[in-house]
C-alpha cells in the first residue's frame, strides 16, 4: 500500500512539472497584489496625507500618464522607499522635523538670486530632505507645513551639517524669473504632504516644498530638476540633478 502511494504521489508531481494547464489550475501563486495595500503603505510613509488624498493623487497621475493606478501606486511607492532609504544611508533617522527650522547651523547669504539650498530633515522619522529657493541672496522661499509656501531671512533658517547651497545652471534671467515666480506663492500656496504623486499634481496650489522649486523651473525656464523624473519629485532629487551644482557645504 505504501508502495502504491508513493508512486501516485511521485505520477502526481511529474505531471505538473509537464502539464501547465495542470499545474496552474493547482493554487501556486504568490500572494495576490492589492492596489489597497499600496496605498496604505503610502499614507503611512507619508505622515499628513490620507488615504483619499493618495487615491486622488494617483487617479490624476493616471489620467494624465494613461498608466493603470495600480502601476503607479507600484512605482510611486518604490520610488519613496527608495528616497527613504537614501536618507537614511546619508543622515540618521533622529534629525528635524521636515520643514521645520531646526538644526544646529545656519544658512548663509547666496551667491545669486534663484540659487538652491537643501538640508537632510524627517517626518516623524520618515526622512525626505528639505529645500528652498532664494528670492534674494538674504532672503529665501520655502513651502512648511505649519504656513504652506513663506519668505524669512536666510539667517532665521536652522540647517543640518552637510546641508548644501547651490546654483542652478541656466541664464541669471532665468533663475531671477523663477525666485519670482516661487515668491508669488507666498501666502498662497498651503503645504501638501504629497511627495510620492506630486510631479503630476497641480503647479498651482497645495505644494510641498520640492513641489515649489521644481514648479518654479519648470514654469519660468523649462529646466526639469526632477533627477529620474518619476512620478515623485524629491528634494534629493533636486540636489542631485545634472542642472544643479553644488558651491557650498555646511559645517
Known sequence: MKKFVS????????????????????????????YDDYVAELVQKQPGITTEEVKEAIALAAEETQKPEMVIAKQALNELNQAIKQENVE???SISVMG??????????????????????????????????YHTTTNI???????????IKYNARNVEKDAVMQYV?????????????????VGI?????????????????DKNCSK????????????DLDKNQGFGVYPTDIRDSSYTVTYNTIQ
Not at 501516485?8 to 502539464?19: F, I
Not at 500656496?189 to 498651482?204: E, G, I, M, P, Q
Open 7 to 34: 508512486v501516485v504521489t511521485l505520477l502526481v508531481v511529474v505531471m505538473l512539472v509537464t502539464s501547465p494547464s495542470l499545474a496552474a489550475s493547482v493554487h501556486f501563486h504568490p500572494k495576490e497584489e492589492k
Open 91 to 93: 543622515k540618521d533617522t
Open 100 to 133: 521645520g527650522s531646526s538644526g544646529a547651523y545656519k544658512l548663509e547669504p547666496a551667491r545669486s538670486k534663484g540659487d538652491l539650498f537643501y538640508t537632510p530633515s524627517s517626518t516623524l522619522g520618515i526622512q525626505h530632505g528639505h529645500n528652498g529657493i
Open 141 to 151: 522661499v520655502e513651502s512648511i507645513p505649519d504656513t504652506g509656501v513663506r519668505k
Open 169 to 185: 545652471q541656466s541664464s541669471q534671467a532665468n533663475r531671477d524669473q523663477a525666485a519670482d515666480w516661487a515668491n508669488s506663492r
Open 189 to 205: 500656496d498651503a503645504y501638501s504632504y504629497n511627495f510620492a504623486t506630486n510631479r503630476h499634481t497641480s503647479k498651482y496650489g
Open 212 to 223: 515649489l522649486v521644481w514648479s518654479a523651473y519648470m514654469l519660468e525656464a523649462n529646466i
